[in-house]
């Protein structure tokens, strides 16, 4: 594979077909990162990009084969589903089915949570998304904190600029593996992959919701919101960008009413100060203005209380659960 996830890892994919006709019934990714290894000082091996029909055998032979590949490289735990590490679409939608997916996050049918604990796997972690109306507003308190966090911290903000890509890239790269590198299931991006992110991210970001925190001129934190393109692209029953799809993505973008903030980071120096109520404010006023009708806030660790305490009091609401699983081989 091309993506640069793939430089730091060794990955093997199955397919399950129907003897008879060779009908594609379902498929598997058993993932060895070294990267994650490494870094977390684990012994760990994971799976992803699991689709299955609504079948035990099925599913059984699927896992199983990436258990095989874990065992057979002396790994002695699988976790999953990631696609294809946590710093990508990861969790197993386990609340919220009835709901279509904002952009780079996971959607299954609901039998797949039976498949996986019937296989022995147990929950790891979950991982919450939020929703804000975002007409409600903001309460005051929240206001209230960000002025004062402003007014004595000498706190500034800036959009990222596309004419300076490279370098804000960086900047929220530096951000991102400091402020994370203590999270659970975290491992940090490469140069690559964060670029190759920011490639992708380029061609759909409104740069008003990619905003960087600077205290007394140093970067901070950083905020990151994306349109929910998806709108668009359910409307592309294809797939294929090309060569209709693409003036569908270009210009129905007027059409999209939700945002997904996907990421947000602060150096550890500078929290518990307030400093992503600022940053979420800030957000909610770009997306107020812009006319968007529902903000959501994911992937956000269960127990990340730093997280989720400044999303709650702002009155967003956990309406999605995503799982990690795990088990012992």
Known sequence: PKHPFYQHAEVKAFIAERK???????????????????????????????????????????????????????????????????????????????????????????????????????????????KFVVDQGMPEVIHKVASRVENSKGVTYRSVSKKSWDEDIKTIQNIYNQAWEKNWGFVPMTDEEFTQMGKEMKMILDTRYALIAEVNGEAAGFILTLPDINQILQRIPSGKLLPTGIFKLLFGTKSINRTRTLTLGVLEKYRRMGLETCLYLNSWKVAKSSGMKEAEFS?????????????????????????????DI
């Open 20 to 130: 008879s006709d060779g009908r594609s019934l379902g498929r598997i990714l058993a993932i060895e990162n070294q990267r994650y290894n490494q870094f977390n000082q684990a012994n760990v091996g994971f799976f992803g990009f699991y689709e299955c029909i609504e079948d035990h055998e099925v599913s059984t032979s699927l896992l199983q084969a990436a258990e095989d590949f874990c065992l057979e490289r002396g790994l002695n735990q699988i976790v999953g589903p990631v696609n294809p590490s946590t710093n990508y679409e990861a969790g197993l939608l386990i609340e919220g089915n009835d709901d279509p997916p904002q952009i780079m996050m996971t959607y299954n049918p609901k039998y797949y949570h039976s498949q996986l604990e019937q296989f022995g796997l147990v929950k790891a972690k979950d991982l919450l998304a939020y």
């Open 299 to 327: 992937w956000i660790l269960e127990d990340n209380e730093l997280m989720n305490r400044p999303i709650k009091k702002m009155g967003a609401t956990p309406y999605k659960t995503y799982r990690l699983f795990k088990k």
